[in-house]
């Protein structure tokens, strides 16, 4: 369904009028296509349509937050080479329970190669040694890297962390109508934990 997903994702973006190569943001940089004209209850009915067709092919969603601040379960410091194995291992539980192999794609990093190589060893350490865990079995390859501009769904995936995160921490203007009508139903829960929204 991935090719048909994004087809449906960029005719809702042609519907908009959003410019060809203009990246999608749950909050678009100030200066932006999307932030002086995609806004308020326009901006909201496209998000809302876009995820609805996320929902119509039966795609899925979990959503890992981290607090810097706080320890793991552990005690040890929490950290993004953490997060990194808390989401493959909930990738890995969707793709056993759907009895299928997948692969991860990944929007580059902020911090440049380095920490996109941080990311990729952290990545391939949780799948060839399993970070003091089993190793995920549903895993094809290590994470590919490539930049959301490219990739609709990547884009679709910014929106569904950054309202879930936003909505978690307690914004309560814009997250809360998204989150319930069109990023809840995405997130089938886990079979393991009980919760497809994953914060420590």
Same mark, same amino acid.
């Given at each position: ?20 190569? =203009? #990246? /999608? ?15 308020? +209850?326009?901006?909201? $009915? /496209?998000?809302? =349509? ?5 929902? %119509?092919?039966?795609? %899925? ?17 929490? !950290?993004? #080479?953490?997060? !990194? %194995? ?8 969707? +793709? ?14 902020? *911090? *440049?190669?380095?920490? %996109?190589?941080? /990311?990729?060893? $952290? ?33 679709? +995936? ?10 978690? $921490? ?8 998204? /989150? ?13 934990? *009980? ?6």
């Amino acid at each position: 369904e991935v090719r048909h997903l994004e087809d449906l994702v960029d005719a809702t973006c042609d519907r908009y009028g959003v410019p060809k190569g =203009e #990246e /999608f943001k749950w909050s678009p940089r100030r200066g932006s296509w999307m932030h002086t004209a995609l806004t308020g +209850a326009s901006r909201t $009915a /496209f998000f809302a =349509e876009m995820l609805a067709h996320c929902t %119509e092919v039966g795609a %899925e969603a979990c959503v890992v937050i981290l607090d810097k601040d706080s320890s793991t379960v552990a005690g040890s410091k929490a !950290t993004a #080479e953490y997060a !990194t %194995e808390l989401l493959i291992r909930q990738v890995d539980r969707i +793709a056993l329970r759907r009895s299928a192999t997948t692969i991860i794609v990944v929007d580059r990093p902020g *911090g *440049g190669r380095g920490e %996109e190589e941080r /990311f990729l060893t $952290a990545a391939l350490d949780v799948l060839k040694y399993g970070s003091g865990h089993s190793l995920p079995k549903q895993i094809a390859l290590n994470p590919l890297c490539t930049t959301s501009h490219f990739i609709r769904l990547l884009q679709v +995936a910014d929106v569904v962390v950054s309202c879930a995160t936003q909505f978690v $921490a307690g914004e309560a203007r814009f997250s809360p109508g998204v /989150f319930y009508d069109s990023v809840r139903p995405l997130l089938r829960g886990d079979p393991v934990g *009980g919760s497809a929204i994953t914060v420590y």
